[in-house]
């Protein structure tokens, strides 16, 4: 068993790395940049020759090339004693036909600038093959803090180490002094109640929107308005604030409201927000509506086998084929419709985060959408087993219809289920498409279409990574599940 899942994982890990690979291919060569630029207004506001080189440094900072200005080709190629002569005129050709022999598109830009006055640039640039495309996501995707990361040439001094120490609320915690994060190990109230920031994944920023901010900010942040606390901060200073002390950075230059309430430079801090993050928000709703879904689609589903072509069963058939047969979208309008004789809103931002009626029609309508399938499933599965010879048997051996349904049809029936479990958990993380866009709902749901529409690729990158990687994990969890229920179900032959 043990050799058999490290096979999976091993497996696994390879499948996840082949299908993010193919996409980070597909959309750095068929993507067409010009259509990117489009959705950023910073540059639609530029002009001449510094909206050009806006652009070929926004495109190496999203990884499509290399790019070079005259001075670091001229700083390459003769190093600092040889820069001021090479950037008056001499040899400076060389040093372009250098790194054209590598491979560099050496491009003169003749252009005016943002004054309107003539200018002229040299710059390099190389596109990357797909190679290196792949290469240089997965080099950079694991970030390990330690006490060698803060590069701050004002502060040469900086004690490079870590330590033991408490946080604002007295508690024990793994500290660092020279990483990028002070709290390092820490403890709090919130779930897994241990957290770190010594690993973390850098997938980029997003970009044309919401630009500078890191995708997986964008995914796990809270949402809505900052919500402050009562907090000592080091200086001693008691206050309500908002900002999160257990995620706070090495800032270089911090200002006179952080010296206020920081004895050192650890004072770039995310804020708390009263409202879940995205994932968070599509995770609720998905996990309680599939949970109702269960309740109302086993029992029914069940009953429908118990009592196959009377008049339940009849009601259920009917009940599936309506569902299935209507649109999604009609379904919705027409609940939407119900809902409104309740004074339910129609739209989630009505009443917000912190009202229970915001998420009851959504709920209730993502359960209704799934019941039919899981409703279709249990009644096949339990009249597929009712037709089996060990079912005879024990009728045969004058056991009850009740009992042979709850100790050994249902108990068969239900392991092809259970199996998809893990995976329709998973699909709570990916969010809702239609009932979030009708809801107005700020959850997963409509992520990855509005990235790929705005083209903005690293947040393609990242949820491709996440969806692949919990889809994978959700299969593997689905197998050990079946195992679980049914002992006497093997994943892998005696001696594995």
């Known amino acids: 068993m043990k050799k058999y899942l490290f096979i999976r994982i091993l497996k696994s890990i390879f499948s996840i790395l082949v299908v993010v690979s193919i996409v980070i291919v597909m959309v750095y060569k068929l993507v067409p940049t010009t259509k990117m630029f489009g959705n950023d207004a910073g540059y639609q506001r530029l002009k001449g020759i510094d909206k050009k080189i806006y652009e070929y440094n926004q495109l190496e900072r999203l990884g499509y090339l290399d790019y070079v200005t005259t001075t670091d080709m001229c700083s390459e190629v003769y190093g600092e004693d040889g820069l001021s002569a090479c950037l008056a005129g001499e040899n400076t050709q060389e040093a372009y036909k250098a790194f054209e022999d590598r491979g560099y598109t050496i491009e003169v830009i003749n252009d005016v600038d943002e004054k309107g006055q003539p200018a002229t640039a040299t710059i390099g640039y190389r596109y990357y093959n797909p190679i290196e495309l792949i290469a240089n996501f997965y080099s950079k995707l694991i970030v390990i803090d330690n006490p060698w990361a803060v590069e701050d040439a004002n502060n040469p001094d900086l004690e490079r180490k870590y330590y033991i120490g408490q946080d604002q609320n007295g508690i024990p915690a793994l500290m660092c002094s020279g990483c990028n994060y002070k709290y390092q190990i820490y403890f709090d109230g919130s779930f897994p109640f241990i957290h770190q920031n010594i690993i973390e994944l850098d997938l980029g920023d997003s970009y044309p929107t919401r630009i500078g901010v890191s995708t997986v900010s964008i995914i796990y942040s809270g949402q809505g308005s900052q919500s402050p606390f009562m907090q000592t901060f080091p200086t001693g200073v008691e206050r309500s604030s908002a900002l999160m002390q257990h995620t706070c950075r090495y800032k270089a230059n911090p200002d006179h409201m952080d010296t206020q309430l920081f004895t050192d430079n650890y004072a770039s801090c995310d804020a708390r927000y009263d409202a879940p993050s995205m994932v968070n928000t599509s995770l609720i709703m998905g996990f309680i509506s599939l949970v109702l879904a269960y309740i109302i689609a086993l029992p029914f589903g069940v009953a429908m086998a118990r009592n196959k072509d009377k008049l339940v069963d009849k009601i259920g058939i009917v009940y599936i084929n309506l569902l299935i047969a209507v649109p999604s979208l009609a379904v919705i309008f027409f609940l939407k419709y119900i809902g409104s004789f309740f004074t339910l809103p129609d739209r989630f931002p009505q009443l917000g985060f912190g009202d229970i009626r915001s998420y009851i029609m959504p709920i209730i309508i993502l359960a209704l959408i799934s019941t039919p399938s899981l409703m279709m499933w249990a009644r096949r599965y339990m009249v597929d087993q009712s037709n089996a010879d060990y079912v005879k048997f024990a009728r045969a051996k004058g056991l009850s219809q009740k009992e042979i349904y709850t100790k050994h049809i249902l108990k068969n029936a239900i392991i092809p289920i ?79």
């Open 418 to 496: 259970v199996n998809g479990i893990p995976q329709s958990v998973v699909s709570c993380l990916s969010g809702a498409l239609i009932t979030e866009t009708m809801f107005s709902i700020p959850g997963m749901g409509k992520l990855l279409p509005d990235s790929i529409k705005q083209l903005n690729i690293n947040m393609v990158l990242t949820l491709t990574l996440l969806f692949t990687t919990l889809s994978v994990i959700a299969v593997i969890c689905g197998d050990i599940l079946i195992t679980v229920v049914d002992p006497r179900i093997q994943l892998a032959a005696k001696g594995d």
